[in-house]
């Protein structure tokens, strides 16, 4: 059974940068990026393919960036410039077929 783990949250400043892993047991066509905000339903954030399709959403294109390592089975979520509204918890998951969510990983961001 596939099972995604995410790490690389923690602690930083307004301005700051966070790279977020998600490792996979074996490799996954289709990955995306989630967030869950305080008091906000989860949203995508992001998405990447095996064959090299990403898309991120609209209104954080210009700070964040997904890549893959598939020797690795690892996608990333690159995160710059961040913003105290960034906090929340960051999961990913398959897309389609979507397996019970992990425990995600923690970013806080203060001002």
């Known amino acids: 059974q596939v099972q995604l783990v995410e790490s690389g949250g923690g602690l930083v400043r307004s301005g700051g940068s966070l790279t977020l892993s998600c490792r996979s047991n074996?490799?996954?066509?289709?990955i995306s990026w989630y967030r869950q905000t305080p008091g906000q339903e989860r949203e995508w954030v992001a998405m990447s393919t095996t064959t090299n399709y990403i898309n991120v959403k609209e209104s954080l294109k210009d700070r964040f960036a997904i890549s893959r390592d598939d020797s690795k089975n690892t996608v990333y979520l690159q995160m710059d410039n961040l913003k105290p509204e960034d906090t929340g918890v960051y999961y990913c998951?398959?897309?389609?077929?979507?397996?019970?969510w992990g425990r995600g990983t923690q970013v806080t961001v203060s001002s």
């Open positions: 074996e490799t996954v066509f289709r």
């Open positions: 998951n398959r897309f389609p077929a979507p397996l019970p």
